[in-house]
């Protein structure tokens, strides 16, 4: 690979930082993250430098500032322990495990992810019904008396029912108990009880008046205020005061 800025590189591991490429050292190993071996990880990164900086600098510049903090770390786990620096190199070596722990949960994580069905080339969903495609068209043919004959059905089923109660000539009770107790004190003898009806009964009146005659009498006569005679069925009923 050349310094040339058009030529073009080609990164088949995919890393995206240095610790990245410290998880990939580790696994090397092929022992658990928890058991690797910082002074041989140490080695490795810093022989992958020194490679990376033989072919472009710009791309190992990040790499550098780790490959110097490594080195510290190493020396620090080589060289007797000064109390007086905190944190020791064991502490930051735990915390390099760890985090290389944590990355590769995550890139774990992450390609279990990846290898999961995918909708549209592993898996399909339902497609869609079409259904049925429905055309409807209606034609009428009304004249202008069909129109109001419609009219007229819809508007008498929401018009509010009326009910009325035609007039008819009716004498009413109070004024037939009050004409056969007034012309009781008139009548000397026994007298048909069409002679008590007014003198204008006529036609459906004269059957009221004299329904209303028939119960006025009927009352009368429970109250005692008048006598009843009548020789036999349906034959005429006569009235007259007691005597």
Do not use: C
Not at 150 to 170: C, D, E, K, L, S
Not at 190 to 201: G, K, N, Q, T, Y
Not at 229 to 239: E, I
């Amino acid at each position: 690979m050349t310094e040339n800025p058009e030529t073009l590189t080609i990164d088949l591991d995919g890393w995206e930082g240095p610790l990245d490429l410290l998880l990939t050292l580790a696994r090397s190993q092929k022992v658990d993250l928890k058991a690797i071996s910082i002074l041989a990880l140490v080695d490795q990164y810093l022989q992958f430098v020194e490679q990376a900086r033989a072919i472009k600098l710009e791309v190992a510049a990040d790499y550098l500032v780790m490959a110097a903090w490594l080195a510290y770390l190493k020396s620090g786990l080589l060289l007797p322990r000064d109390p007086e620096i905190e944190p020791s190199p064991e502490e930051l070596a735990l915390r390099l495990q760890l985090r290389l722990e944590r990355l590769n949960a995550m890139r774990e994580a992450g390609a279990r992810l990846i290898a999961r069905d995918r909708v549209g080339r592993d898996v399909f969903q339902r497609g869609s019904p079409e259904g049925l495609r429905t055309q409807r068209k209606a034609v009428w043919q009304a004249e202008i008396y069909d129109l109001i004959a419609a009219y007229g059905v819809i508007t008498a089923r929401t018009r509010p029912v009326m009910h009325v109660v035609a007039h008819r000539a009716v004498m009413t009770l109070e004024a037939a108990l009050e004409r056969v107790a007034r012309l009781l004190g008139t009548a000397v003898d026994w007298d048909v009880i069409e002679h008590f009806l007014p003198e204008s009964a006529t036609g459906p009146f004269r059957k009221s008046a004299l329904a209303s005659s028939f119960v006025a009498a009927l009352e009368l006569a429970r109250q005692g205020k008048v006598e009843l005679r009548q020789k036999s069925p349906f034959a005429p009923l006569y009235l007259r005061a007691p005597s």
